[in-house]
């Protein structure tokens, strides 16, 4: 039998004992069968078997009266005094029927009955009150487990949303800068098409992943600063350094695109005849330091220069709290004639 057949006989077991009648049939036959076993030898078998069955009757009946009233409409509504004394005045009632019945299809029920009664209402209150506990814990994992999906659905909501936001930016700026250069009849124009090809099958289909190959994100950020030299030319030097060594490590995809762009597009490109973008990534096994720089002009005032590079930002970080909780650390140096970026990320 092969493993898919195996996890979907699996799962149609969890579905048949995950009903509601299943696991409550399965617990009143169990609460049976252990009453049965604890009852005194002094009865008949058929004896025996008829007061627990009369026990288990009016239990079910305390129990299910509980859940499906008291509960729901007293002690989810906060009356917790009131409840409780429903809950023993349910008790007090049902305890004497019970009784009665005992009296009604038993022989010598009097010596049954007799000198029993208080611990009948106990034994009947303390399973009626477990039936209370294990409400209040089972709509407690309940939540948590809801709550739990809700945060997972609202995080892959949010991934998808921040992605979107990346890839058409990104998109959006390599295109203005293929334009100029057609406009201008350059000899680099196809060269850029050939990496703005390779980069595009890398956002379409593999950075839809979770997770993607450490080397491809490395390659993406080669072919986007090989675009950029042939854009910037001569005037601006860009160094990109790997050290370590890049093996089968997995990272969220396009997660140093927005300190690249920011570099370029509101560093580089704001009124500066010389300039340069520095990059290192340091790798050691699942730990990566990354770190860039670029020069930026004095002419630009440095909130107008945060406030151009905030969403961008803002997004990175709402991107790494919701993948990388607790487990990275990004540091920004804004100084007159520079901007850095300093990240660390624990893969695992």
Not at 56 to 65: A, E, K, S, W
Not at 187 to 212: F, G, H, Q, T, W
Not at 237 to 261: H, R, S
């Amino acid at each position: 039998m092969d493993q898919v057949a195996k996890r979907t006989i699996r799962a149609k077991i969890y579905d048949f004992v995950t009903q509601r009648i299943v696991y409550h049939t399965a617990f009143w036959l169990v609460m049976f069968l252990l009453l049965l076993s604890l009852h005194s030898n002094s009865h008949s078998f058929f004896t025996k078997f008829s007061i627990e069955s009369v026990n288990i009757f009016f239990y079910g009946i305390l129990v299910y009266f509980n859940l499906f009233y008291l509960i729901p409409n007293y002690l989810t509504e906060k009356k917790f005094l009131l409840y409780c004394g429903l809950l023993i005045l349910s008790v007090l009632v049902i305890t004497p029927i019970k009784l009665l019945v005992f009296y009604l299809i038993l022989h010598n029920a009097e010596t049954f009955i007799i000198g029993k009664q208080f611990w009948f209402f106990i034994a009947t209150f303390l399973i009626v009150g477990s039936s209370t506990i294990g409400k209040i814990i089972t709509d407690w994992v309940r939540h948590l487990r809801e709550r739990k999906d809700l945060q997972t659905q609202t995080m892959q909501s949010e991934l998808r949303f921040l992605k979107s936001q990346i890839n058409p930016h990104f998109l959006f700026n390599t295109l203005n800068n293929l334009y100029a250069l057609t406009l201008k009849k350059s000899d680099k124009a196809p060269e850029i098409v050939i990496k703005l090809s390779e980069m595009m099958r890398y956002m379409l289909y593999e950075c839809n992943e979770r997770r993607v190959p450490l080397q491809k994100e490395v390659n993406y950020i080669q072919n986007y600063l090989d675009l950029e030299r042939l854009r910037q030319g001569k005037n601006v030097e860009i160094n990109f350094k790997v050290q370590g060594q890049v093996f089968d490590q997995q990272i969220a995809p396009l997660m140093f695109i927005p300190f690249l762009e920011n570099s370029f597009k509101h560093g580089l490109n704001t009124h500066l005849s010389h300039g340069f973008v520095n990059i290192l990534l340091e790798v050691e096994n699942q730990h990566i330091h990354f770190y860039i720089e670029n020069s930026k002009s004095e002419s630009l005032p440095t909130q107008t220069h945060k406030r151009s590079c905030g969403i961008g930002l803002v997004n990175v970080k709402r991107r790494l709290n919701i993948i990388y909780p607790n487990s990275y650390k990004l540091e920004i140096h804004d100084d007159p004639n520079t901007y850095g970026v300093e990240l660390d990320i624990d893969l695992n």
